[in-house]
T-cell receptor, first 112, second 111 residues
Framework: DVKVTQSSRYLVKRTGEKVFLECVQD?????MFWYRQDPGLGLRLIYF???????EKGDIPEGYSVSREKKERFSLILESASTNQTSMYLC???????????FGSGTRLTVV | GEDVEQSLFLSVREGDSSVINCTYT??????LYWYKQEPGAGLQLLTY?????DMKQDQRLTVLLNKKDKHLSLRIADTQTGDSAIYFC???????????FGTGTKLQVIP
């Protein structure tokens, strides 16, 4: 089975801190995605990557950046955490565009 | 832009059938998906349907697609308490080359 692993289940950070959320997949998937999930808003796409070193902005990229130095790892960076970035963050990967995604278990981030 | 809409909540009794509905706006959708999210977990792909199909059945799950009305439904037969979860509809747009998720329907199964 494809596995997508997010390094932390729960994180608490202070306002202004730089935060790294790590995601690793083990099935050689080309495509990787970062979403945030908020009640009543569903999943919103932050950034995605269709190849190593490649990144594209999703629907809500403001306040975030990403890094994909290796195919299996896609990191989400909060440059200066703010309380409105408190959310559940979900990483996903897929082999081909249009193919269903495999999701990680999520990281619940609280910014205080 | 494209939009995917679902009702927020559905409550059914154990043993009954559940029907979760979804509407989408993108006429170039090529794949449509149903995902399940259990409490505290990520999303799990349940099933998907190609846009040139009307129906797909997989054990207790039946997916119906009305492409003319841009309406997708997921029927769960003999609903069990373990089916309690949030169900997300999503579509892949051939035009935009991206997946759009609905807001999710929380299914509550009453014993």
């Amino acid at each position: 089975d494809v596995k997508v692993t997010q390094s932390s289940r729960y994180l608490v950070k202070r306002t202004g801190e730089k935060v790294f959320l790590e995601c690793v997949q083990d099935m050689d998937h080309e495509n990787m995605f970062w979403y945030r999930q908020d009640p009543g808003l569903g999943l919103r796409l932050i950034y995605f990557s269709y190849d190593v070193k490649m990144k594209e902005k999703g629907d809500i990229p403001e306040g975030y950046s990403v890094s994909r130095e290796k195919k299996e790892r896609f990191s989400l960076i909060l440059e200066s955490a703010s309380t409105n970035q408190t959310s559940m963050y979900l990483c996903a990967s897929s082999f081909r565009r249009g193919q269903g995604y495999t999701f990680g278990s999520g990281t619940r981030l609280t910014v205080v | 832009g494209e939009d995917v809409e679902q009702s927020l909540f559905l409550s059914v009794r154990e043993g009954d059938s559940s029907v979760i509905n979804c509407t989408y706006t993108d006429s170039s959708s090529t794949y449509l998906y149903w995902y399940k999210q259990e409490p505290g977990a990520g999303l799990q792909l349940l099933t998907y349907i190609f846009s040139n199909m009307d129906m797909k059945q997989d054990q207790r799950l039946t997916v119906l697609l009305n492409k003319k009305d841009k309406h997708l439904s997921l029927r769960i037969a003999d609903t069990q308490t373990g089916d309690s979860a949030i169900y997300f509809c999503a579509d892949f747009s051939g035009g935009y080359q991206k997946v759009t998720f609905g807001t999710g329907t929380k299914l509550q199964v009453i014993p």
